[in-house]
């Protein structure tokens, strides 16, 4: 991984749900028109939803993982019966990944688990999946599901501008990192380890808008004061993810529109909470 650049504490703040309101307007007006492609309306239909993220940790350790909601009904649900799940590197062997016993919808693979998973910035990974008369996916019960994406390498230590202190928030720049189609993720992890505050939760099933709203896109961010409820040492470790969703061409006409994939590196800041 090439060593990261600390961007300027200067950046204006810029805060804009505006990408999310022109997705939901071009869905609205595609579903109100019939002049919208095939693809498009299979997209916009499918209850299908898929989050598939490959990260390469601080320390170099890759991990690919894919996330499965049905949103068929008004209480979205996880997806826990795909087969086939597995990730690709351009021109290279597929890699399957392993369904998650401790977490629903879930299925993961680590480059400690299978050294076949490597991280290539400028080259592209497909996530792929299949599912067999699966209720839940509506008129895309047996379909085969592929989502694809670009790695990045071009990771971001956040500037600390505040006092981390026991209680308190902390605020953190990181410059005009997050423009075009690259997010962030932003993971906080206290003093034995243990996460403590992940911006990107893909714990719960709720799967609408909000979901990639969560994303960083602004120059800075707040992280809140019930990540540091002990003193100690804290890491506060920054994903610069290239991201792919909705009705991006690499997407299969399958997934659902609300469906994204990414993958990018990790700058980290060690943070002492006093």
């Known amino acids: 991984m090439k060593q990261p650049h600390v961007l300027p504490q200067f950046a204006r703040r810029v805060r804009s ?3 999310l309101v022109l997705v939901a307007l071009l869905a609205q007006g595609l579903a109100g028109q019939s002049c919208g492609t095939k693809e498009q309306q299979q997209k916009l239909a499918s209850p299908v939803q898929a989050l598939g993220n490959l990260y390469e940790h601080p320390g170099g350790v890759v991990e690919a993982e894919l996330v499965l909601v049905s949103t068929k009904e008004k209480e979205h649900v996880f997806l826990d019966s795909a087969r086939e799940v597995q990730v690709r590197l351009e021109y290279g062997e597929a890699i399957p990944l392993t369904k998650d016993a401790s977490r629903a919808g879930r ?11 490597t991280f290539s910035a400028g080259k592209r990974y497909a996530f792929s999946f299949r599912l067999e008369d699966e209720p839940l996916a509506g008129d895309q019960g047996s379909s085969y599901f592929q989502g694809e994406v670009v790695a990045i390498d071009d990771p ?3 500037v600390a501008t505040s006092n981390a202190a026991q209680g308190f928030s902390l605020d953190l720049d990181v410059g005009q990192a997050f423009t075009g189609s690259r997010r962030g993720v932003l993971r906080v992890f206290g003093p034995t380890g243990a996460l403590v505050h992940d911006n990107f939760d893909l714990t719960h099933p709720r799967f609408d808008g909000s979901k990639h709203a969560e994303l960083i896109q602004q120059p800075k961010i707040t992280v809140p004061a019930s990540a540091f409820q002990t003193a100690g040492n804290y890491r506060v470790v920054l994903y610069t993810m290239n991201y792919a969703a909705g009705f991006d061409e690499h997407l299969s006409a399958e997934l659902g529109w609300l469906s994204g994939f990414m993958a990018g590196s990790a700058g980290e800041l060690l943070v002492e909470v006093k």
Not at 107 to 117: D, G, I, K, R
């Open 17 to 19: 749900a505006l990408p």
């Open 107 to 117: 299925w993961a693979v680590t480059s400690t688990e299978n050294p076949a998973l």
């Open 156 to 158: 971001v230590i956040p």
